[in-house]
């Protein structure tokens, strides 16, 4: 479904990337951890065609939906207007753009607020807007940079369960960057460890392998040993 090979980059002398593999096969879940800068988000990136590396190739089979960290909705217009926003690019209307858009935010229990602005919901609320956006133009492959930062606990849980509804009952593939482990561990088969940059692959960890009481300790230990250079 994704294979990167060997992908390299650099923002002007600074390497970002150097040589960097990872495979995504289709209906996996696979995260991505590393120290902070390290270049998870421009790998992301990569991967969804949005920059471009200096060397190296990605390789996709399917259609990509990207959720950016940010959630990037319109704040003067609604969560059903921002849900359908790529619809409309490609000519979507009428009653075929809300039942779209209706499906979609039913699939991720948010149809209640869609005659809402952004600022009138929750930070969990919202980031499900965002998946939304991304999942109503039906992708393949959804990549996720960072969805839980900044959710409480109640939202964290809330997206947890969405997240593991739509791999397991929609066959859809991800590609999560995360810090929060507990939470990646959970729905994740396997994890890629970056290392510090220029950001190469440290560790693979197939969780598939590891007892669910020792997945947190193998990703600690690939992170410390990063850290201390061990």
């Known amino acids: ?7 390299t980059k650099r923002f002007g002398e600074e390497p ?6 990872l495979v995504v096969n289709k209906e996996e879940v696979v995260g991505i951890v590393g120290p902070n800068g390290c270049g998870k988000t421009t790998l992301l990136r990569i991967v969804a065609g949005v920059e471009r590396p ?12 990207l959720v950016p960290q940010d959630d990037v909705l319109l704040p003067w217009a609604t969560l059903a207007s921002n849900i359908g926003l790529g619809l409309k ?10 039942r779209r858009v209706l499906e979609v935010a039913r699939l991720l229990g948010i149809e209640e607020h869609l005659h809402k602005y952004p ?3 929750s ?31 109640f939202s964290i849980s809330s997206l947890q369960a969405t997240l593991k509804r ?26 890629y460890v970056l290392s510090h940059k220029p950001s190469r692959v440290k ?11 020792e997945r947190l300790n193998a990703i600690y230990n690939a992170l410390v040993s990063e850290r201390w250079g061990r």
């Open 203 to 213: 560790a693979v960890i197939d969780l598939k392998s590891v007892s669910e009481g």
């Open 89 to 98: 690019f490609r000519g979507v209307r009428g009653e075929e753009l809300k």
């Open 16 to 21: 970002v990337l150097d040589g960097i593999g």
């Open 123 to 153: 930070g969990g609320t919202a980031r499900k807007a965002s998946i939304a956006r991304a999942l109503v133009l039906g992708p393949d492959v959804l990549l996720l940079d960072e969805p839980y930062t900044g959710l409480d606990a």
């Open 166 to 191: 739509l791999n397991r009952e929609r066959g859809i593939t991800m590609l999560v960057v995360s810090h929060q482990l507990d939470e990646l561990t959970s729905i994740a088969d396997r994890i």
């Open 1 to 7: 479904m994704i294979r990167v090979n060997g992908v």
């Open 54 to 65: 200096d060397s190296g190739t990605v390789e996709v089979g399917g259609r990509l939906g």
């Open 119 to 121: 600022r009138q919901v």
